[in-house]
């Protein structure tokens, strides 16, 4: 198994080599470049278009014929969005250069391995067995991996309902914003905070509480942090489906994607029965070109 580090080189993402496999060309999918990357590569900004995220939509255009080098592994984009993720990298520590998804999941088994920092990938024909891992159903729904969770919250029944498992996402739980505001659930919650979140669209301010416990399958975490959107947040979520996993659950775990056999398999880490902490300093901070900004204070 090898560790995969992005490195940019003209119009490739290149990464560490392994045995060659076909050239593919991707169809509709989620990826998209940074926009300011595409301009230092020299790529064509063409057309005009609305991108909808998670902090609402915001203009973006399209590059035309991008290859995308993993492991020698390639896929071709005919066509692949441009948009600028300045308000994402305003809060991460390293730059978002490209968002890759569906175009390398479907084609592969992918294995995610927090705690060592790795990222494994397989032709669906030499995956390893996941006879070690809690394995759970998935479903697609616009390219996006669904899972069957259920939610259970102080003082009300379970909430039960489809969730995306969403690698890009730093947080625990979000729920969806339509739940949050039919069911009136950051009221559910003894207590909250005020949180400030960066995705495509801008900024959102959203509330952050403690749930008793969320499960998937035969997997429980006990009492993981929630987000319940503010009334400005956008879509990052099929209609009718519940929120979306991040990555402060699914790094407690290996984890491991076979859209082939529609499966997700979870392997508990070292670290999986750590409490979960919300930022103890009490401070909302966003990056921005003239240093640190204190957005909110609880």
């Given at each position: 198994d090898e560790a995969l580090v992005v490195i940019l080189r003209h119009d490739d993402i290149e990464l560490a080599p392994a045995r060659p496999h076909e050239d593919r060309i991707a169809g509709p999918g989620p990826a998209a470049i940074d926009a300011g990357v595409a301009d230092r590569l020299g790529l064509e900004q063409q057309?005009?278009?609305?991108?909808l995220g998670a902090g609402g939509t915001q203009s973006s255009s399209s590059v035309s014929d991008v290859n995308v080098r993993i492991a020698g592994f390639r896929v071709r984009f005919q066509s692949l969005d441009a948009v600028n993720f300045g308000a994402l990298n305003s809060q991460g520590r390293h730059p978002l250069e490209l968002v890759l998804?569906?175009?390398l999941f479907e084609s592969c088994?992918?294995?995610?391995?927090?705690?060592a920092g790795m990222m494994d990938?397989?032709?669906n024909s030499h995956a390893p067995r996941l006879s070690?891992?809690?394995?759970?159903?998935?479903t697609l729904i616009d390219h996006h991996p669904y899972v069957d969770g259920v939610l259970k919250l102080p003082g009300r029944d379970p909430l039960r309902g489809r969730f995306v498992i969403d690698t890009g996402s730093n947080?625990?739980?979000?729920?969806?914003?339509?739940?949050?505001?039919?069911t009136g659930l950051a009221e559910v919650f003894p207590r909250t905070l005020e949180v400030v979140g960066r995705g495509v669209g801008g900024e959102v301010r959203n509330r952050l509480g403690r749930a008793e416990s969320f499960s998937l399958g035969k997997l429980q975490f006990e009492h993981p942090l929630v987000v319940i959107p503010g009334a400005t947040s956008g879509q990052f979520n099929a209609v009718g489906t519940m929120g979306n996993i991040g990555g402060q659950l699914l790094g407690r775990c290996r984890v491991t994607f076979d859209y082939a056999q529609k499966r997700?398999?979870?392997?508990?880490?070292?670290?999986?029965?750590?409490?979960f902490e919300a930022d103890m300093s009490g401070l909302a901070i966003t990056?921005?070109?003239e240093g640190l900004i204190v957005q909110v204070v609880n």
């Open positions: 057309g005009a278009h609305e991108t998804g569906s175009e088994v992918v294995r995610f391995d927090y705690s990938v397989w032709d070690s891992a809690i394995q759970v159903p998935l947080a625990g739980l979000i729920l969806a914003p339509q739940d949050a505001s039919w997700v398999g979870f392997e508990r880490g070292d670290g999986f029965y750590r409490p990056r921005h070109p």
